[in-house]
């Protein structure tokens, strides 16, 4: 693996594609998930890997997204290495402890960027203003360049308002889902004014259900 670069590091090197998948391996279409409280659950800064748990149904929407053609991309900030809470090799192994169970039940992503930094981390070498934290666009354009992707046809689902600014600002859309912190994010969004998402869902599951949908609406030409 590279070092650590100022765009963020790759924690999850490209899944080979298997059996269906490798029809659809040049789409220009992918769902951008947010990590804890979206995939997973937030278990704030545990520094046990056993402590992150994927959402149960977490490994049936990804199997639906792989299926229906989208790359899966996870982008996450991981403050707490930039805060000393833990180290990038603990964010590596909660990646690849993931990647083994959506394996283990015929699921699987693309690939994961994190972003390790904060602006008021206490670890000299993490602390920067950068070009990869969410809302910023760093890591996001790496993606599209090396998947080739057209954010236009890209939906971004997270559950705090950092993850619809960043769909918004590269023209593709965003979902906000519940779980995690989207309740509160989605109350303080109305109390506000803050641009809405595009659509908001009780969990992953339902906004792939959503995505899915609006899919197959676009493809025949009709307008959401």
């Known amino acids: 693996m590279n070092a650590r670069v100022e765009e963020g590091e790759r924690g999850i090197e490209h899944a080979p594609l298997r059996g269906d998948d490798a029809g659809r391996s040049e789409s220009a279409r992918a769902v951008f998930l947010d990590r804890d409280g979206t995939l997973s659950e937030d278990v704030g800064y545990a520094r046990d890997v ?17 299926q229906a053609g989208y790359r899966v991309i996870v982008i996450t900030n991981q403050s707490g290495v930039a805060r000393g809470y833990f180290t990038e090799e603990l964010v590596r192994q909660v990646h690849h402890r993931f990647e083994n169970e959506l394996r283990r039940y015929g699921a699987q992503w693309d690939a994961v960027y994190y972003c390790p930094h904060h602006p008021e981390g206490v670890v000299a070498a993490y602390r920067r203003v950068c070009s990869c934290r969410k809302p910023a666009t760093g890591l996001v354009e790496r993606a599209q360049r090396e998947f080739a992707l057209d954010l236009r046809q890209c ?10 600014q960043l769909a918004h600002r590269v023209g593709a859309r965003g979902v906000l889902v519940l779980t995690g912190h989207g309740r509160e994010e989605w109350a303080r969004s109305q109390r506000e004014g803050w641009p809405p998402p595009n659509h908001v869902a009780e969990n992953l599951w ?8 609006y899919g197959s609406e676009a493809e025949r030409g009709a307008t959401l």
Request: aromatic share 18%.
């Open 206 to 213: 339902e906004a792939v259900r959503w995505i899915l949908h």
């Open 50 to 66: 056993t402590a992150y748990r994927l959402f149960p149904w977490a490994i049936p929407a990804l199997r639906a997204l792989r």
């Open 155 to 164: 939906v971004f689902v997270g559950d705090k308002y950092s993850d619809i």
